[in-house]
């Protein structure tokens, strides 16, 4: 008997394998599609010899290898964040100028470079106009360096609520989408579109965060995913995530019911902001922190020990620090002294000694000990330190020699003290007369030169072949002169020599008489009066008749500061620069790297998934002609049966 | 393969070769290879010393250009007043041959105060706001001239004996400005020398005055001790104290029968009892004021009395004065600058003016000025006196000018010294220069070669992809 199910099996069989290839081919540039296949097996009757009676559908079954899927969304995750931090430091780098026109380090040069000019001209207005300018441009240069690693930080922050609201938004779809493939699948069907949907979701999760499965991401409804730790997505109900900043003030994420903010995941576009947020936007604000402070603290630990050209103060008004702790001071200020010297109209000079100790003291105590100076007056006033000198008096902070010895003479012989220390210690020397006699014609009469230590520094001849008057010169550049007179064996004087007459920092911290205001990059600034009247620049060490402090402020430039590493101020910018280039590098080779990767991953899931055009014809040209062949059947079995009827009839 | 497969293969290399074209066209635009650190981090930090070194080093080539402007103005300065100094040293050497009268010397002197005044004006000369002999205070005149009329009659350096010097390279500073008291001053002290008659010579101390000195040697009393002959009363005449020439120990010798009476063996000279103010001498013209009226009557035959006459003496003209006290070392101050003469008292022997001369301590503008007043007779001297000292003076000018052509030799030695620092470092600076730019600098023929390889993989990933694009099963089924 002709059989006609066989023939209506294998029509519907290439009826549903034709709307597959369709759907197939329709979906071949479609982001995410994967191929479906269909297995059609053999339908076996119900007789003893299980004759086949045609064809059915088993399966309709979503090309997907599973790894292949998993590692492409690891790439995503790393791919974003590499991705995210390339761009940010990118943008950072191009920021700082080309390699040849580096404007920051160009300031540095310039500054130091004006510095070392003026010393060649150390009265010359047009020169220190030029240093003043030079600190200028400096500091604006380090106040934009700053403000675009401040701006840049801000963007990252916004950045990252964005693409939390975005993981938010996918984690929502994806429990959506888990709540439909659950009654879609009921009946043993693959909701293939729902999961294709589902993993276009996660690519794109993969991307911003890093995404863990509970099981396999191909899992059904009861699909658990985690971003790190946090919990975002649980069967059919999905978790937010929020962004805030730890008690650290790190940015950080929580799961959206605690404010458990946590700054160290890393991996997608999410990691990346909080990496960028967290270690290296501020890595390397604190590097040019760093830098511009030390520029800061070197520069103003010289320049108050100066004077201009106009000589001693007779007022000067720090920075506003208020009275508080010197330890909450922002520069650094270490137990140590600093010296004051007030000077009257005649010329005599006292030089007082105030001692910090920032464990202890604050400001109002530091300030009470100044105003306690004779012909001094010292007090806090809107938060600024304001020293003044009374009428007929200045004073100042400069290393200089003393005119003479304590006391004016040793023995009968009045002595003088002239010349510049270029020791690098603050040192009392002891002046001792070994013999007695008279300077300059007792025989064997000599002078020896002791330091702290007590160490014999230098001895003099000053008995007979001395002529009283005539300058003895040590060898740290101190010139000592003793008059007529007779002195006695063991006759002395001491005279104080400083290297440094701020031992403490705490002028500097204090604002006074400074070169640069503020602390940090982002707040340096030349001291306003300074600015208006460059002749307030502290050039000289004595009574501004030398220009030693210029010198020293040039070698600044020059100097090796432990502080940055034992590297130059320049050379610290270079490092930097150069560093964040090496990043920059680094992550455009990991970049490269990874997009082969993903590109190969991809063409793997491409062969796996993707929909080859010309095979789905080939399948379509099949299925067509079997469809045609089963028409065919069924019409020679309908002839078949006409023939039948025929001959019954 | 399927079609995403393709484009994606497709749209990735095409990516990858625009990258490559657009970092080919920023090297050809700019011309350099390394535009910013991440191009070649390693290469950009060489790149970076590089050009801040030659940030650096220009500096310091602006600077050597101040020194050596400094210099060089002094030098011409320096070469001025040595030329200066010959014509005077050449015009000191006539007058001091004893053939020019007075008037001639006095026309001598006014040659010797033009010269003064246009050496004082050379030294003092201002250049681009900064004056070159003044050590480190180079914006005050080196030396602060007083006038009496229009005559210079002192000049005081009142510059700074600290040189200043200016940073010339890493490490290296060099001065451009010179402490004018120390070239136009010597400072090789000898032991002064006394050119006078009074007897005074030097001590056995140190001296520490400078240059010259006048040592003014004043009567102060005259004492009177009878040693032999018959008990006898004499006294000093009323003049003795103003007009005595006679210091220290010297003896009167009285013949009270001849009715004379000789100092040191000098000439007699008679007396009467109405003689009060007796003026008696010695062989070498000191002289002493007796009051003979007070002898005592009636003696006879040879009396023999000791006389002493103490001294002060100065050094500043009078402003202060100490009693000679006749020992080997005698201190003598100069109250306006405390510096000290030390003098050996034991010989004087009479009252006068010690011209003292300390060798080695000379300054020029002193030179001249003395010079200038010993010609033109400002000076309590005789003509004799005059010729001597104005060798000396000749003398004391080969000094000084003998410090000015070291100073002359100094600051070209310094000059060429920084000179060849400048040649040093504009090489070293070169270098620089040439380094970064080899180490920036594109390469644009290699760039040519890679511009045209990326190109042609561009163009061929294009056709491909078209031709694998365009083939399909679908043209071949009817």
């Given at each position: 008997?002709?059989?006609f199910?066989i023939?209506?099996?294998g029509?519907q069989?290439?009826?549903?394998a034709?709307?597959?290839?369709?759907a197939?081919?329709a979906?071949?540039g479609?982001?995410?599609?994967h191929?479906?296949?269909?297995?059609i097996?053999?339908?076996?009757?119900?007789s003893?010899?299980n004759?086949?009676?045609?064809?059915?559908?088993?399966t309709v079954?979503?090309?997907i290898?599973q790894l292949?899927?998993?590692q492409?969304?690891?790439q995503?995750?790393?791919?974003?964040?590499?991705?995210?931090?390339?761009?940010?430091?990118?943008?950072?780098e191009?920021?700082?100028?080309d390699?040849?026109?580096n404007?920051?380090?160009?300031?540095?040069?310039?500054f130091?470079?004006?510095?070392r000019?003026?010393?060649?001209?150390?009265?010359?207005?047009a020169?220190?106009?030029?240093?003043?300018?030079?600190?200028q441009?400096?500091?604006?240069?380090?106040?934009?360096?700053s403000?675009?690693?401040?701006?840049a930080q801000?963007?990252?922050r916004?950045q990252?609520?964005d693409?939390v609201?975005q993981?938010?938004?996918l984690?929502g779809?994806?429990?959506?989408i888990?709540a439909q493939i659950g009654?879609?699948?009921?009946g043993?069907?693959?909701a293939g579109?729902?999961?294709?949907r589902?993993g276009q979701?996660?690519?794109?999760?993969?991307?911003?965060?890093?995404?863990q499965s509970s099981g396999t991401t191909e899992a059904?409804?009861?699909?658990?995913?985690y971003?790190?730790?946090?919990?975002i997505?649980?069967?059919?109900n999905d978790k937010?995530?929020?962004?805030?900043?730890?008690?650290n003030?790190?940015?950080g994420?929580?799961a959206?019911?605690?404010d458990?903010?946590i700054g160290?995941?890393r991996?997608g576009k999410l990691g990346?902001?909080?990496?960028?947020a967290n270690?290296l936007l501020?890595?390397l604000?604190?590097?040019?922190?760093?830098l511009?402070?030390?520029?800061?603290?070197?520069?103003n630990?010289?320049h108050?020990q100066g004077v201009?050209?106009?000589?001693?103060?007779s007022e000067?008004?720090?920075?506003?620090v208020?009275s508080?702790?010197v330890?909450?001071?922002a520069?650094d200020?270490t137990?140590g002294d600093?010296?004051v010297r007030v000077?009257?109209?005649?010329?005599l000079c006292v030089?007082t000694?105030i001692?910090?100790?920032?464990?202890t003291d604050?400001v109002a105590d530091?300030v009470?000990?100044?105003n306690?100076?004779?012909?001094?007056?010292?007090n806090?006033?809107?938060?600024?330190?304001?020293v003044?000198a009374?009428?007929?008096?200045?004073?100042?902070?400069v290393p200089?020699?003393?005119?003479?010895?304590?006391?004016?003479?040793i023995?009968a012989?009045?002595?003088?003290?002239?010349g510049?220390y270029?020791?690098s210690?603050?040192?009392e020397?002891?002046?001792t007369v070994a013999?007695?006699g008279?300077?300059?014609v007792?025989e064997?009469l000599?002078?020896e030169?002791?330091?702290?230590?007590?160490?014999?520094?230098?001895t003099f001849?000053i008995?007979?072949g001395?002529a009283?008057?005539?300058k003895?010169t040590?060898?740290?550049?101190?010139e000592?002169?003793l008059?007529?007179g007779?002195v006695?064996?063991?006759?002395?004087?001491?005279?104080l020599?400083l290297?440094n007459s701020?031992?403490s920092?705490f002028l500097?911290?204090a604002g006074?008489n400074?070169?640069?205001?503020g602390?940090?990059?982002?707040?340096?600034g030349?001291?306003e009066?300074?600015?208006?009247d460059?002749?307030l620049l502290?050039?000289?060490v004595g009574?501004?008749?030398?220009?030693q402090?210029?010198q020293?402020?040039?070698?600044?430039g020059q100097a090796?500061?432990?502080?940055l590493?034992?590297?130059?101020?320049?050379?610290?910018?270079?490092?930097m620069?150069?560093?964040?280039g090496q990043?920059?590098?680094?992550r455009?080779?990991r970049?490269t790297?990874l997009?082969?990767?993903?590109?190969?991953?991809e063409?793997q899931?491409?062969t796996?998934?993707?929909?080859?055009?010309?095979?789905?014809t080939?399948q379509?040209?099949?299925?067509?002609r079997?469809?045609?062949s089963?028409a065919?059947?069924?019409?020679?079995?309908?002839q078949?049966?006409?023939?039948l009827?025929?001959?019954?009839? | 393969?399927?079609?995403?497969?393709?484009?994606?293969?497709t749209v990735t290399a095409?990516?990858r070769?625009?990258?490559?074209?657009?970092?080919?066209q920023?090297?050809?635009?700019s011309?350099?290879r390394?535009?910013?650190?991440s191009?070649d981090?390693v290469?950009?930090?060489?790149?970076m010393n590089l050009?801040g070194?030659d940030?650096?080093?220009?500096s310091y080539?602006?600077?050597i250009?101040?020194?050596?402007?400094d210099l060089?103005?002094?030098?011409?300065?320096?070469q001025?007043?040595?030329d200066?100094?010959?014509?005077?040293?050449?015009?000191l050497t006539?007058?001091a041959s004893?053939?020019y009268?007075t008037?001639?010397r006095?026309l001598?002197?006014e040659?010797?105060n033009?010269i003064l005044?246009?050496v004082v004006?050379?030294?003092?000369?201002?250049?681009?706001g900064?004056?070159v002999f003044s050590g480190?205070?180079n914006t005050?005149?080196?030396?602060?001239?007083?006038?009496s009329?229009d005559r210079?009659?002192?000049a005081?350096y009142?510059?700074s004996y600290?040189?200043m010097?200016?940073p010339v390279?890493?490490?290296?500073a060099?001065?451009g400005?010179?402490v004018?008291?120390?070239?136009f001053g010597?400072d090789e002290r000898?032991?002064p020398?006394?050119?006078g008659s009074t007897g005074a010579?030097?001590?056995?101390?140190t001296?520490?005055?400078?240059g010259?000195?006048?040592l003014?040697?004043?009567?102060?009393?005259?004492?009177?001790?009878?040693?032999?002959?018959?008990p006898?009363t004499l006294a000093?005449g009323a003049?003795s104290?103003?007009?005595?020439?006679?210091?220290g120990?010297?003896?009167?010798?009285?013949?009270?029968d001849?009715q004379t009476?000789?100092l040191?063996?000098g000439?007699?000279?008679s007396y009467?009892a109405l003689?009060?103010d007796l003026k008696v001498?010695?062989a070498d013209?000191d002289?002493v004021?007796?009051?003979?009226s007070q002898?005592?009557?009636?003696?006879?035959?040879l009396?023999?009395v000791?006389?002493?006459?103490?001294?002060?003496l100065?050094?500043d003209d009078?402003?202060?004065?100490?009693?000679?006290?006749?020992?080997?070392?005698?201190?003598?101050?100069?109250?306006r600058?405390?510096r000290?003469?030390c003098v050996n008292?034991?010989?004087?022997t009479r009252?006068g003016?010690?011209a003292?001369?300390?060798?080695g301590?000379?300054?020029?503008?002193?030179?001249?000025i003395?010079?200038?007043?010993l010609?033109n007779?400002n000076q309590?001297?005789?003509?004799?006196d005059v010729?001597s000292?104005?060798?000396?003076?000749?003398q004391?000018l080969e000094e000084?000018m003998?410090?000015?052509?070291?100073?002359?030799?100094?600051?070209g030695?310094?000059a060429?010294?920084?000179e060849?620092l400048?040649q040093s470092?504009?090489s070293?600076q070169?270098?620089a220069?040439d380094r970064?730019?080899?180490?920036?600098g594109?390469d644009?023929?290699t760039?040519?070669?890679e511009?045209a390889?990326?190109?042609t993989f561009?163009?061929?990933i294009l056709?491909s992809s078209?031709k694998?694009?365009?083939?399909?099963?679908l043209?071949?089924?009817r």
């Open positions: 008997m002709p059989n199910s023939g209506l099996s029509i069989v290439s009826q549903r034709l709307e597959l290839i369709g197939n081919i979906n071949a479609t982001e995410g599609y191929r479906q296949d269909l297995t097996v053999p339908m076996v009757g119900s003893a010899d004759d086949v009676t045609g064809a059915e559908v088993s079954r979503r090309a290898d292949t899927e998993n492409l969304l690891r995503q995750t790393l791919s974003g964040q590499t991705n995210e931090e390339l761009s940010t430091l990118q943008l950072i191009s920021s700082f100028g390699v040849s026109a404007r920051l380090a160009g300031s540095l040069e310039d130091f470079g004006a510095l000019q003026l010393a060649a001209q150390p009265n010359s207005p020169l220190q106009e030029q240093v003043i300018a030079a600190g441009s400096l500091g604006a240069q380090f106040r934009d360096a403000a675009f690693l401040r701006n801000e963007d990252v916004l990252a609520e693409m609201r993981v938010n938004t984690t779809e994806i429990a959506d888990n009654p879609a699948e009921a043993g069907a693959i579109a729902l999961r294709d589902r979701c996660m690519t794109e999760l993969a991307a911003l965060v890093d995404i059904g409804a009861d699909q658990r995913l971003a790190w730790d946090i919990p997505v649980a069967g059919m937010a995530i929020q962004v805030g900043l730890d008690e003030m790190d940015l994420l929580s959206g019911d605690y458990n903010y160290s995941y991996g990346a902001m909080l990496s960028l270690d501020p890595g604000a604190d590097k040019l922190d760093a511009a402070g030390q520029v800061i603290t070197e520069v630990r010289l108050v201009g050209t106009g000589g001693s103060f000067l008004v720090g920075q506003a208020g508080g702790a330890s909450d001071l520069c200020v137990a600093f010296y000077t009257d109209a005649s010329g030089r000694r001692s910090v100790d920032p464990a604050t530091v009470a000990r100044l306690a100076v004779s012909n001094l007056s010292a806090i006033a809107d938060s600024c330190v304001r003044s009374d009428v007929g008096y200045t004073f100042d902070f200089a020699l003393p005119a003479s010895v304590d006391g004016g003479t023995g012989s009045a002595v003088q003290i002239t510049l270029s020791g210690d603050n040192q020397y002891t002046f013999g007695a008279t300077i300059g007792t064997g000599s002078l030169v002791h330091n702290e230590a007590g160490e014999l520094v230098q001849n008995g007979r001395y009283s008057g005539d003895l040590l060898s740290n550049g101190i000592i002169a008059g007529a007779t006695a064996d063991g006759d002395e004087g001491t005279c020599a290297a701020d031992t920092g500097a911290a006074l400074v070169f640069f205001t602390s940090s990059a982002q707040t340096i030349v001291r009066d300074l600015a208006e460059p002749s502290a050039g000289s009574q501004g008749q030398d220009q402090n210029i020293r402020l040039a070698e600044v090796k500061l432990n502080a590493g034992g590297v130059t101020c320049s050379d610290y910018f270079t490092n620069v150069t560093n964040l990043e920059v590098a680094t455009q080779v970049q790297a997009d082969s990767v993903t590109q190969q991953l063409n899931r491409s796996i998934s993707g929909v080859d055009v010309n095979e789905q080939i379509l040209t099949i299925y067509q079997m469809f045609q089963m065919r059947f069924l019409n020679i079995q309908d078949t049966m006409q023939y009827t025929d001959i019954i009839s | 393969m399927s079609w995403g497969a393709i484009f994606s293969n095409i990516q070769q625009t990258d490559a074209l657009t970092r080919l920023e090297q050809v635009s011309g350099n390394i535009n910013r650190p191009d981090p290469d950009a930090s060489r790149i050009l070194q940030q650096t080093l220009d080539l602006k600077n250009s101040t020194v050596t402007t060089d103005q002094g030098a011409t300065t320096l001025h007043i040595s200066l100094l010959t014509n005077a040293k050449g015009l006539q007058a004893g053939t009268s008037t001639q006095e001598v002197g040659q010797i033009e005044e246009e004006a050379s030294i003092n000369q201002e250049s681009l900064r004056y480190a205070s005050t005149a080196p030396y602060l001239v007083e006038r009329g210079i009659v002192s005081t009142q510059g600290q040189k010097p200016v390279a890493p490490g290296v060099q001065s400005v010179s004018g008291a120390e070239i010597c000898r032991s020398t006394f050119l010579a030097g001590g056995s101390g001296s520490s005055v400078r010259d000195a006048w003014s040697i004043t009567h102060e009393e005259t004492t009177l001790t009878q040693t032999s002959g018959m006898t000093v003049s104290a103003s007009l005595d020439t006679i210091l120990d010297h003896t009167v010798s009285i013949d009270a001849a009476v000789r040191d063996g000439p007699a000279v009467t003689d009060t001498s010695n013209g002289c004021y007796l009051d003979m002898l005592t009557a009636g003696i006879s035959g009396v023999e000791a006389v002493h006459a103490s001294a002060r100065s050094i009078g402003q202060s004065s100490i009693l000679a006290t006749f020992q080997d070392n005698q201190m003598v101050t100069d109250s600058d405390g000290v003469l008292t034991t010989g004087l009252v003016v010690e003292v001369r300390v060798g301590t000379y300054d020029l503008l002193g030179t001249l003395r010079a200038r007043d010609l007779g309590d001297t005789g003509d004799s010729s000292l104005l060798i000396e003076e000749t004391s000084v003998s410090g000015v052509m070291g100073g002359l030799t100094s600051l030695a310094r060429q010294g920084l060849n400048r470092i504009t070293i070169g270098n220069k970064a730019s080899e180490l920036q594109a644009i023929a760039i040519a070669a511009l390889r990326v190109q561009y163009e061929m056709t078209s694998i694009m365009n083939m399909s099963l043209d071949y089924l």
